[in-house]
């Protein structure tokens, strides 16, 4: 059934032109999909950017990631709106958190847009609410076979592995959850077997745990549940066409706080992807306004019609690639690799508007201590948003080690919400530099995309530092101390090494 599963989605992909690139390749820029060249374009850019303007990239952002680009229409009353809503949030259920779509009303400056995000980290979960969303999400582990009682095994092991408290707060029920029936009124209907009390009921129950709750739909008319099904008969009408601002009315008073939105029926019927979820992201902001509950926006259409140049104005996040597993299928590093080059648009990227790469599958069957630490690296360089996918109940303690490690999720958080670029590549020697908030603070990813240990070198001058450093080994939790134009270490192939660099001698 698995295998069924996979060959006919991939069969279904390729059909759709949507491609299932192998991702075989670890060299650079090997995804071949349309736009992917954007890893090349990044890595050139940032040179171009660091050795010409000489300038600070502390100011200017690397690789000009603040200036220009669409992520300005996000600006500054839109970061505002997002501290704001957080604070509103924190009222109706307690949780606190993010105020997520609320930065689509905003224009202007990203700088105003980061102060407003610092102001935010005030708010009451202590996190920093315009930082790239962190939760769970059910599809990778279950695929369409979900209930309450999946859901709240798994809401209930994120309060008791640890992970709410190391700053994740999203429950999202994925696809599986709704069959595309509607009564007479065109209102949502549910299985109430599957669902007692109806979905305000697995909401409710997230809430009471300190938690957000996140939903799942599809742009088109039949969602992804009918074209693929997995684990339940194919549910025709499973999306949303024709019904965004009911739907997205009824999400928000059932009680949920994120909505991710699929492009199954949008691809298939050939519609104009920024067009539909503009008027998604309208009918959300039209909810908000009549319930008060703000809703992180989640575009997810696979990096089809560039969506890194129209969505940040619109939503919290935007998928950026394929599924970085199809359901079945084992863990994949080539996958995870591709779905990480194919994310590179860093002038999209600000506080509150993130590139997403797809949720987690560290701790999935099949990966290695290593693997779970290298994808966890990957996006946290990236300020990707944080959602597991693995099997929260039953998670090894090296999962929850890595998923929970705090020095790691405090790069992905970092108020700038930058992502990192590649400054450096020696035939697959490759650095990436992520400007962190403070002075002279960068969170450097050394990968090692060759098929031998290779040693690789971060030149300081590389990430727009002066002569002096010290270093310090993440996942280590070691400081190496001051060092002098650069720092060399080995990296095993296909590995990596993450590391925060620090402008000055070490105390
Ligand atoms: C698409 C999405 C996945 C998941 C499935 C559900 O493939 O990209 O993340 O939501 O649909 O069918």
Redesign the pocket.
């Known amino acids: 059934m698995n295998s069924v599963r996979h060959n006919a989605?991939a069969t279904l992909l390729f059909a759709f032109g949507l491609g299932c690139s192998s991702g075989g390749s670890l060299g650079s820029g090997s995804d071949g999909k349309a736009g992917s060249p954007a890893t090349a374009g990044v890595g050139s850019t940032v040179s171009t950017g660091a050795s010409a303007s000489g300038g600070n990239p502390d100011a200017g952002g690397s690789g000009g990631a603040s200036s220009g680009g669409p992520s300005d229409s996000g600006g500054a009353s839109g970061g505002t709106t997002v501290g704001g809503g957080s604070t509103a949030a924190a009222g109706q259920d307690g949780g606190g958190g993010r105020g997520g779509t609320s930065g689509t009303a905003g224009t202007g400056g990203a700088g105003t847009n980061n102060t407003a995000g610092a102001a935010g980290t005030a708010g009451a979960d202590g996190g920093n609410p315009s930082g790239p969303p962190m939760g769970w999400?059910s599809?990778n582990s279950f695929?369409?076979k979900i209930d309450y009682n999946v859901i709240k095994g798994q809401a209930d092991a994120m309060v008791s592995s640890g992970l709410k408290a190391a700053g994740y707060q999203y429950v999202n029920v994925?696809?599986?959850w709704w069959q595309g029936t509607r009564d007479a009124s065109g209102n949502i209907t549910i299985v109430e077997s599957d669902w007692p009390g109806g979905m305000q009921a697995i909401a409710t129950y997230i809430h009471g745990l300190g938690l957000k709750a996140g939903i799942?739909t599809d742009a088109g008319n039949d969602?992804?549940?009918f074209y693929?099904p997995?684990g339940r008969p194919a549910a025709p009408k499973s999306g949303s066409e024709g019904h965004y601002e009911q739907d997205f009315l009824q999400f928000s008073k059932w009680g949920f706080d994120f909505v991710?939105v699929?492009?199954?029926g949008g691809s298939k019927e050939g519609l104009d992807a920024k067009t539909a979820y503009q008027a998604i992201s309208n009918a959300i902001k039209k909810a908000t306004d009549q319930t008060g509950r703000s809703m992180v926006f989640s575009v997810?259409n696979?990096g089809d019609q560039s969506p890194w140049s129209w969505a940040p104005p619109m939503s919290t996040m935007w998928?950026t690639s394929?599924?970085i597993i199809?359901y079945g299928d084992a863990p994949d590093m080539a996958r995870v690799l591709t779905n990480f080059d194919s994310a590179q648009h860093p002038t999209a990227q600000s506080p509150g508007h993130f590139n997403d790469p797809?949720?987690l599958i560290v701790g999935m069957p099949g990966f290695s201590a290593a693997q779970n630490r290298s994808h966890m690296a990957l996006w946290a360089i990236s300020g990707a948003p944080l959602l597991a996918g693995n099997k929260l109940d039953s998670m090894s303690r090296d999962t929850k080690s890595v998923l929970t490690n705090s020095e790691v999720i405090a790069i992905d958080q970092d108020l700038l919400g930058k992502q990192g670029v590649k400054v450096a590549d020696d035939a697959g020697r490759q650095v990436y530099n992520k400007v962190l908030s403070g002075t002279g603070r960068r969170a450097v990813l050394l990968l090692n995309r060759t098929a031998s240990a290779a040693t690789i070198t971060v030149r300081f001058a590389d990430l727009g530092l002066g002569t002096t450093a010290s270093v310090r080994n993440v996942w280590a939790a070691t400081d190496l101390g001051s060092k002098a134009t650069s720092y060399a270490v080995s990296v095993p192939s296909n590995d990596s090494v993450l590391l925060v660099v620090t402008e000055g001698a070490s105390p």
Do not use: L, N
């Open positions: 989605v999400a599809w695929a369409a994925d696809e599986g799942y969602g992804c549940g693929y997995t991710k699929d492009w199954c997810c696979w998928r394929q599924d199809y797809d949720m």
